[in-house]
């Protein structure tokens, strides 16, 4: 509101010169030197909204609104959490030795080379995919996976060899494989390659290996040894090896304990203070940071706001945030196709901390850092979480300074550039300054903006030294009547003049005037004591009107 004040007293002194060049033509009157010239009637009628003024001084469009008007300046970033390592696999490596068939009896023994027949035999294997003693899985979904499976016969052994897992599978169809051995010496390995992506495993839970276990069934049908009768031998075991790598689960079911997730620094830089020219004679009537989260991870967690400080860094001072509870719960996302985040928030304000006892309006902090930690909680182990591959934990921090304080003495100096001479100007044959006499400029304002204002206009010199003052004492801007609520109810109404001489004109134009400074000290209602709030829709009507006189020689 300052600098458009400002600009109306230059409005003024614009409208006067051009009032002047351009309603008296010195060419039609060349004859009637001396004489002089008066005029006075309405300038100009200026309507001043506080949404104008935003749109020209929010360059970085840090001010937002409420659905009701009411203004903030507000601050964001967002901290996306890292939750890979919420729980580990392991790769699965183990190697098993079988002697499915046994020595026969002599007698079944004959006098050459014997292909003796044996039953069929099965063998179950357990293996786990996790070694952590705090999770429990129940399903999971495989993304990647790759199952290396191999087998070394002796010579002489004739079999069937089926290997499956009867809790994976995919499309319905269990994951098996069957080995065809033939016996003959120099082809006893056999081995297959395959990706798992895409196949489901439902664990089987043990209570020796908590995080679930997995069988593996190993079938020997249509046995048959080849024996030397003179030198009758065991042979050798039949050794399986089963090895998975590269684990990545599209989505794992289970349970999950209490762990840490993931902590991320918070580091917010902002010049709000230095934007609004607060001073220590300001005092808030709140001050919000919204914590908020967006989490698609199917456990529920907690989240800690931890050693938040406000910094200045220009003195390199610090204030620390004192919470009453730091804490926030997140519940579990919703699985399904897409899975329905969790969100949560945590508001920090003047009711739950000591943001407002820290004088932010006198520290004018542009800084703030900390940490947002992440942490799984104990849960119901009766209950299926999950998490998957895509699962996010995203939070945002939301520093809001609402425009609804109080002020008692708010000092404020705006400066405009204005060099008189080249402003008013100094033609060859008309010398404005010289041809001026007198002018008084009456201003009638409908005050909506809710300040009282004292008000003192100076012109100044390259060196900013004072040339001339427009008014011999400060001017009185009232302040609107406001509500309870600090919303303003009635507008005030202020008139003042402001005369200009030919002696001040010809100062100004001596002293080569550069600068008008506009100096005001603001109090809100009630001489500061009262809380008011700027919206958008407060405004200021004024009407300018003028009284000018001059002369041709």
Request: charged fraction near 25%; proline fraction near 4%; include cysteine.
């Amino acid at each position: 509101m300052h600098q458009l004040i400002t600009a109306v007293f230059l409005s003024g002194i614009c409208m006067l010169t051009s009032c002047e060049q351009d309603t008296i033509n010195v060419d039609d009157i060349a004859d009637e030197a001396n004489r002089t010239y008066e005029f006075a009637g309405p300038l100009s009628n200026l309507h001043i909204s506080v949404e104008d003024f935003l749109e020209e001084v929010d360059e970085e469009g840090w001010i937002t609104k409420d659905a009701e008007g009411n203004l903030y300046y507000e601050f964001s970033e967002e901290y996306p959490f890292e939750i890979d390592d919420v729980y580990t696999l392991s790769d699965v490596n183990y190697s098993w030795y079988y002697t499915p068939v046994e020595l026969p009896s002599k007698s079944t023994l004959k006098a050459s080379n014997a292909l003796i027949p044996y039953d069929d035999v099965t063998y179950t294997e357990t293996i786990t995919m996790s070694e952590d003693e705090g999770i429990r899985l129940d399903r999971m979904i495989i993304s990647g996976a790759d199952l290396n499976l191999n087998i070394n016969t002796p010579a002489g052994l004739q079999a069937d060899v089926k290997i499956s897992l009867p809790e994976v599978s995919k499309d319905g169809e269990i994951l098996s494989t069957t080995f065809s051995v033939d016996g003959t010496p120099g082809n006893n390995t056999y081995s297959l390659q395959q990706s798992l992506a895409g196949y489901e495993i439902e664990f089987q839970q043990d209570e020796a290996n908590p995080a679930g276990i997995v069988n593996v069934v190993i079938e020997f049908t249509n046995i048959s040894l080849e024996i030397d009768p003179l030198s009758p031998a065991i042979p050798t075991p039949v050794e399986v090896n089963f090895l998975i790598t590269d684990i990545e689960p599209d989505v794992a079911f289970g349970y999950f304990d209490a762990r840490p997730m993931d902590t991320e620094s918070i580091d917010l830089e902002f010049d709000a203070f230095e934007d609004m020219n607060i001073n220590s004679l300001v005092e808030f009537g709140n001050i919000w940071i919204d914590v908020n989260t967006s989490s698609t991870i199917g456990v529920p967690f907690e989240a800690s706001i931890n050693e938040i400080s406000f910094l200045d860094t220009y003195s390199s001072t610090s204030k620390t945030l004192e919470l009453d509870d730091n804490t926030f719960s997140v519940e579990a996302a919703t699985y399904g196709n897409p899975v329905t985040p969790s969100l949560a928030n945590k508001v920090i304000s003047g009711d739950n901390s000591n943001i407002l006892e820290m004088e932010l309006g006198v520290f004018q902090p542009n800084r703030v850092i900390g940490e947002i930690a992440t942490n799984i909680v104990s849960s119901d182990p009766s209950q299926s979480y999950f998490i998957s591959r895509t699962s996010e934990v995203n939070a945002s921090v939301n520093i809001k300074i609402p425009l609804w304080f109080k002020a008692s003495q708010y000092a404020r100096t705006d400066t405009v550039d204005f060099n008189y001479v080249e402003e008013v100007g100094e033609g060859e044959d008309d010398d404005f300054t010289e041809n001026f006499e007198e002018a008084t400029i009456h201003l009638n304002m409908s005050n909506g903006i809710p300040f009282d204002i004292m008000m003192q206009v100076s012109f100044r010199d390259a060196n900013y030294n004072i040339v001339d003052k427009l008014f011999d004492t400060p001017v009185s801007i009232a302040g609107p009547e406001v509500d309870a609520n600090g919303i303003v109810t009635k507008l005030s109404a202020s008139s003042f003049s402001a005369q200009l001489s030919q002696e001040q004109m010809e100062l100004f134009r001596d002293s080569e005037v550069m600068y008008i400074f506009v100096e005001t000290l603001s109090a809100t209602s009630e001489n500061g004591e009262k809380l008011v709030r700027i919206r958008e829709d407060n405004y200021c009507d004024i009407s300018i009107s003028m009284e000018a006189k001059g002369n041709i020689e």
